[in-house]
């Protein structure tokens, strides 16, 4: 098994402790595909998910290279791109911008993604 759930994993978990389910349309199972969906963005929400993204792509290869200063606090981040007040945790962003980091979830027993063939 990985040390770590999948995203799968990750969501049921948040589901059931209480959270929501922050993408509930696109658990269409395994093996079915979806149409796509198109989202919309404003260009600076585009960029600091980008520019995060390339941080943690950057701190990940320098940690495996040997430079722990560049350890991540989190395996999961969340970016506070709107405020949405009474959001269940951990989507209860209180700012705009700012920034949560999660611990990662253990897979779920029978997960197909998780489990080794």
Do not use: N
Not at 26 to 51: F, K
Request: proline share 13%; with cysteine.
């Amino acid at each position: 098994m990985a040390p770590h759930g999948c995203l799968t994993c990750r969501r049921h978990s948040l589901t059931e402790a209480g959270s929501l389910d922050p993408e509930p349309a696109l658990d269409a199972g395994y093996g079915t595909g979806t149409r796509h969906r198109p989202m919309t963005a404003v260009g600076p929400d585009l960029h600091l998910v980008a520019h995060l993204a390339a941080k943690t792509a950057a701190a990940t290869l320098l940690e495996h290279a040997g430079h722990p200063d560049q350890r991540l606090p989190g395996e999961h981040a969340l970016i506070g791109l709107r405020r949405q007040p009474g959001w269940a945790a951990p989507f209860d962003l209180g700012r705009t911008a700012e920034l949560r980091w999660l611990p990662a979830t253990p897979p779920r027993p029978g997960c197909p993604t998780c489990e080794a063939p």
